[in-house]
């Protein structure tokens, strides 16, 4: 059977003489930027973006920005969206790796099992010439919202659902507006919970979820199985040899920058770049209202002293510039103020030429010791950590969240809420925004085989105060990236000690003034 490899390579922005209609503006190449659309028809009204037909009725209309990458051979195909990293192999191409997933199709509905060593941030639509399926990375971070056919009669897919409500002209709903304005209230980086979207016709794919393009049915894949717990030794070993291809597959692919804080996350990857270290850049974004000695400017500066590594602060302004807010605004539904600035500044220094390495989503392999005093009552004090309150919609969206989970085997429900509904749904809108700064976003600890391999470990060394297991892969990686000390500046307050209890008995509004009034007496 013949193969047929299609390939849709990065667009490039012409420069064009002033006046060339050739030549697309900056507002066209960053508005919906790494966007996608699925569904019965092409969209018009895009001239730019490409067109990819997956089988009748089925179809792909893709920004040009956004790689996209297709294997066929006779009635079967697999298509990549984003792109995909082999730590085993760094030097291997989407299309080869396509070529190796083909040669195990033949069912896509188990096909999931061949993906967990892979990084990246990627969707793949898989057709075995019966079904077709499309799921994502292990953390959801290339995102996907999705319509209900009952509602809307034929089934719509797209990255963010501002698209498919623009498509299909939808309107917010009531409920739903309530509550992300209360949210927005007392949370600057508000997010909806479970599969919940601004629109009830519109639900979100969460991660360790698949979606049948047929029947527009999703379906949880993962986990299959128990966790196996191994010994920290083994472990360390795995790990460190999965960080270390994924960032060297990263590096041929991109010009990459480690963006670096003073906290553990982003000091593991760091680490995990010592064989690069000719070869990537090393940055901090300088937040609005952060001095000059601050712990996430002044340690990452002092540590890159020592490693003799370029580093680069990257201040952002309070002030938007140019037609940057609109456009920022109107590229994401409901898009965050608060993270803008840092797009802008981001952009204007690199211009889209470098792709960043972040250590989000980390704190899935870190014990939440806060979740734990919850005991069994999970999604009430979740709701208070991440000041949701008890609104009934969030309320509701969480607990179909919950009776999902399904056979979760010996896997705990406190880290699966982080990874599915933190990462999957704050972490990835976030990443999706930052798309009009970077040229593509990079998370290491993206890939299901190492956030396995790092949750098998024994609790205790994933934990406060410690964080045994991230040392240990530190030392072994890069030792002299411990030589400046990790989040020095996080003393244990009297407020951070009672904070578990304090979101169990306080109203949401009452946390900020108790904060500011333990500060005037010097305990916060």
Not at 88 to 99: A, C, G, M, V
Not at 430 to 436: M, S
Not at 459 to 482: G, M, Q, T, V
Not at 484 to 504: A, G, M, Q, S
């Amino acid at each position: 059977m013949k193969t047929i490899t299609v390939s849709y390579p990065f667009y490039r922005l012409r420069h064009g003489a002033e006046g060339d209609e050739r030549a697309p503006s900056i507002r066209s190449r960053l508005l919906y930027r790494n966007q996608f659309i699925l569904g019965p028809s092409f969209v018009d009204g895009l001239p730019a973006w490409r067109r990819v037909s997956i089988r009748p009725g089925i179809c792909l209309t893709v920004h040009p920005d956004l790689g996209v990458c297709r294997i066929i051979e006779g009635n079967r195909s697999i298509t990549l969206l984003g792109f995909m990293l082999d730590p085993e192999y760094p030097s291997r191409s989407d299309d080869r790796i396509l070529r190796g997933f083909m040669r195990k199709l033949t069912r896509s509905e188990t096909f999931m099992e061949h993906t967990g060593r892979y990084g990246g941030r990627w969707a793949l639509i898989v057709d075995d010439g019966s079904e077709v399926l499309f799921f994502h990375d292990a953390a959801g971070l290339r995102q996907a919202c999705y319509t209900d056919p009952r509602s809307t009669g034929d089934l719509w897919c797209a990255s963010q659902p501002g698209l498919i409500a623009e498509i299909l002209r939808l309107k917010a709903d009531e409920e739903a507006l309530g509550f992300i304005n209360a949210h927005k209230q007392v949370q600057k980086e508000y997010w909806f919970p479970g599969d919940a979207t601004l629109y009830k016709e519109i639900r979100h794919l969460i991660p360790n979820h698949c979606l049948n393009l047929k029947t527009g049915e999703p379906r949880r894949y993962w986990p299959k199985g128990g966790l196996k717990e191994r010994p920290l030794e083994e472990a360390i070993d795995e790990a460190a040899s999965l960080l270390k291809g994924l960032m060297g597959a990263a590096a041929n692919r991109f010009e990459l920058a480690v963006s670096l804080t003073a906290g553990w996350d982003s000091r593991l990857v760091l680490a995990s770049s010592r064989e690069l270290a000719h070869r990537v850049s090393v940055m901090t974004v300088k937040k609005k209202g952060m001095s000059e000695d601050h712990a996430d400017v002044a340690i990452p500066s002092l540590l890159c002293s020592r490693l003799g590594l370029k580093y680069d602060v990257v201040p952002a302004k309070g002030v938007w510039e140019d037609e940057f807010p609109d456009l920022y605004r109107q590229n994401v539904v409901l898009a965050h103020d608060v993270w803008a600035p840092d797009a802008q500044a981001i952009l204007n220094r690199y211009g889209l030429k470098k792709a960043v390495a972040t250590g989000s989503m980390s704190e899935v392999i870190r014990h939440s010791r806060r979740l734990s005093s919850f005991g069994k009552d999970l999604i009430k004090g979740y709701l208070a950590v991440k000041k949701m309150g008890n609104h009934p919609f969030a309320v509701r969206a969480f607990e179909r969240w919950f009776s999902g989970l399904g056979d979760l085997y010996n896997f705990n429900a406190r880290d699966l809420i982080y990874w599915e509904q933190r990462a999957g749904k704050w972490l990835a809108m976030c990443q999706l925004e930052f798309d009009t700064a970077w040229k593509e976003i990079f998370t290491p600890y993206n890939c299901r085989d190492l956030l396995v391999t790092m949750l098998s470990v024994d609790r205790k060394y994933r934990s406060l105060p410690d964080f045994i297991l991230y040392r240990k892969l530190i030392l072994k990686l890069w030792p002299e990236a411990l030589d400046v000390p990790v989040n020095p500046h996080k003393k244990k307050t009297l407020y951070k000690k009672v904070k578990p209890r304090i979101v169990r008995v306080l109203p949401v509004k009452l946390h900020s003034p108790l904060k500011k009034a333990l500060r005037l007496l010097n305990l916060r």
